[in-house]
């Protein structure tokens, strides 16, 4: 069974960046849409930033012009660049995907185990 597997979260003071990636845990499978979501800690979880499979991105207001998503198709793998960060910024971040296999089996809604960042001086 395919999962996606996310890193790059960690420690980070406000104005500080980091780098979250999200994988394919299998490189037989391409990523088509994927999304990000920030869920801060005892709130909901919420759609922050996602990138269609032709590249096209969208993302909230809270995080326009601070956060960037990109793809590198090669690698199966989507990257959410969080700029100027701030303490509201904290959380898990999760990214859910849609994905299609080498023989187009597609699979839907698939979530990642989450990262952690947390934005503090």
């Known amino acids: 069974q395919v999962q996606l597997v996310e890193s790059g979260g960690g420690l980070v003071q406000p104005g500080g960046s980091l780098r979250l990636a999200c994988a394919a845990s299998r490189s037989t499978f391409s990523v088509n849409r994927i999304d990000w979501y920030h869920e801060p800690p005892l709130k909901q979880r919420e759609l922050v930033a996602g990138?269609?499979?032709?590249?096209?991105?969208h993302y909230a207001d809270s995080v326009k012009g601070r956060f960037t998503v990109s793809r590198d198709n090669a690698k199966s793998t989507v990257y959410l660049q969080m700029n100027s960060l701030k303490p509201d910024d904290t959380g898990v971040y999760y990214c859910n995907a849609d994905m299609t296999d080498v023989n187009g089996a597609k699979y839907f809604d698939t979530w990642g185990q989450g990262t952690l960042v947390t934005v503090s001086s």
């Open positions: 990138i269609t499979s032709g590249g096209s991105a």
